[in-house]
């Protein structure tokens, strides 16, 4: 289960902190040392961690019957591991959040669970696919609980089956798979052992390690104390700000000593979408390639709308003959002007019933006498097209008239065909937003990412009426939101080319 399971200041080694540990020794010194640095949690990353839990519990089904050792009792990971010895002496067969400690590292599985006088440990993941990093945290764990646990004889990961399809009701055994890690993690002993003496030596020296920035701040994961390591460097002209670039190519340059865009020589730089971003930075100005966007806008054809299509991706199936992780559409908003007034219009799926048909119907009727439909970033959109196309056949024809009237306003955007200082490297709707309308409010708005959309819409699952009615609004001015600029952004690259 994928969740916050460090207690900070604890003097335990956690599998979150040793994960730290292994991208960066500062960041694993700061977070058990200086947890005050850290930066706050995104929204949208707690709706992730959240939903790691959600299918950890859920999992919980695949051994019914298994007695939870956080239950009831305040967070308190060395009590987790009494509790957890208690179980196992008791006879208990199947123990959840099984928590064990070994030569002050910490780990707590998802499930433990005794099989013909045998032990086997199983971690959830809220993923379709196994990750190298995954590997790794199974095989740390690994490395704790058969050194308190030798009767331990197999360790798991559980994923989700992408090729589930869900019946009447849930079959559990078939929507997860399991993937033991067990000859990765006895072929890693020796590294954790080592590994975790240079963690511990660190912590010693009390003295925070002198790490440069570098790609290993995103990878495996973004990490926590960029607010507090790039707190000088994040400023919009330095080069490590540059869009289009991979993080490599940014600190290539960032390592000669090319620290702000303006010092970039732009006889070296080759790709137009990064020289347009430097140049934009020497003269302060947009930079607008007319003729190209004059080509791009000669295809749209009036009358014309904008539209916006918002899906959910339940990881655990919601609806008869879906898949983990399917994109189901809920939400679609669309504006177009008649005689100089903007007109939006939205539809809005409730999350109790399957109404995808009632979706496409509603879609293709509202858009049927528009010459032109624009996006931005047509991609998802197109997706979900295609699928309601294969699971409506009758609508494919309809669907493929749709489609050809798509104009995607982030083409001229992404080959670099306008660019303006204040994107910051940025080549995203929200980014436009105040260029093309600086009152949008898209700041002010309680959703702010597609993400939360998603997780806000699977919330309504647990609210009254009164509360879905108000989340339902929220996500109508989100998707209304995207669909104007969208439908803005046409008319500000009319007026470029007046
Ligand atoms: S921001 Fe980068 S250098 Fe700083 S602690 Fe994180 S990973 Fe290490």
């Known amino acids: 289960m994928e969740q916050h399971d460090e207690v900070f200041m604890s003097f335990l080694i956690s599998k979150s902190a040793f994960i730290k540990a292994e991208q960066c020794i500062k960041h694993f010194f700061l977070y058990k040392n200086h947890p005050y640095l850290r930066d706050s949690i995104s929204r949208d990353k707690q709706f992730i961690f959240k939903r790691g839990t959600d299918v950890g519990i859920y999992a919980q089904q695949l051994f019914p019957g298994g007695m939870d050792v956080t239950e009831g009792e305040k967070r308190d990971q060395e009590l987790f591991a009494q509790k957890t010895k208690q179980l196992i002496e008791q006879g208990v067969k199947t123990i959840y959040e099984a928590t064990f400690i070994y030569d002050d590292l910490l780990v707590m599985v998802d499930i433990l669970h005794l099989h013909e006088g045998e032990w086997k440990a199983y971690e959830v993941k809220s993923s379709l696919k196994i990750t190298d990093t995954y590997v790794k945290d ?39 798979k399991t ?40 990878q495996p994961y973004e990490c926590d104390f960029l607010g507090s390591c790039w707190k000088n460097i994040k400023e919009p002209n330095s080069v490590l700000m540059l869009g289009k670039l991979t ?9 000669q000593g090319i620290r702000q865009i303006d010092d970039i020589d732009l006889n070296y730089v080759q790709h137009k979408e990064v020289k347009i971003q430097v140049k934009a930075v020497i003269e302060q100005k947009e930079q607008l390639f007319k003729d190209e966007i004059k080509q791009f806008m000669s295809a749209i054809k009036l009358p014309v709308c904008s539209l916006d299509i918002e899906v959910w991706q339940p990881a655990i199936p919601y ?34 019933e399957d109404l995808r048909k009632e979706f496409l119907e509603r879609i ?40 050809h009237k798509i104009i995607d306003l982030a083409e001229p955007i992404k080959k670099g065909n306008y660019y303006h200082p204040a994107m910051q ?3 995203t709707l929200k980014s436009l937003a105040p260029l093309v309308n600086q009152e949008s409010g898209f700041n002010d708005l309680d959703i702010q990412s597609g993400i939360s959309a998603m997780y806000i819409y699977e919330s309504l699952l647990e609210k009254n009426a009164i509360e879905a009615e108000q989340i339902k609004q929220q996500l109508i001015d989100y998707c209304e939101m995207d669909a104007l ?14």
């Open 138 to 176: 199974a095989c740390f764990q690994y490395y704790v609980i058969k050194n308190c646990l030798p009767n331990l004889v197999d360790f798991s990961l559980l994923t989700l089956n992408p090729k589930y399809l869900k019946e009447e009701n849930i079959e559990i055994d078939k929507l997860f």
């Open 179 to 218: 993937t033991s890690i067990l000859k990765d993690a006895i072929n890693n002993n020796d590294y954790f052992s080592h590994k975790i003496a240079l963690a511990k030596l660190s912590l010693e020296q009390n003295k925070i390690p002198d790490i440069k920035i570098g790609t290993h701040c995103f």
């Open 247 to 255: 993080k490599q190519a940014m600190f290539d340059l960032y390592d």
């Open 319 to 352: 609806y008869t003959g879906t898949r983990p992780f399917q994109q189901i559409p809920f939400l679609f908003s669309m504006i177009h002007e008649e005689q100089g007034k903007i007109n939006q219009y939205s539809y809005f799926k409730p999350i109790e």
């Open 364 to 403: 293709l009727f509202m858009t049927k006498d528009f010459q032109t439909i624009l996006m931005f970033d047509k991609s998802l959109e197109e997706t979900v097209l295609n699928q309601l196309a294969e699971l409506y056949p009758e609508y494919k024809h309809d669907i493929m008239q749709l489609k």
């Open 425 to 427: 490297g940025n080549f």
């Open 485 to 498: 600029i969208t439908y803005q952004l046409m008319t500000f690259f009319n007026h470029k080319l007046d």
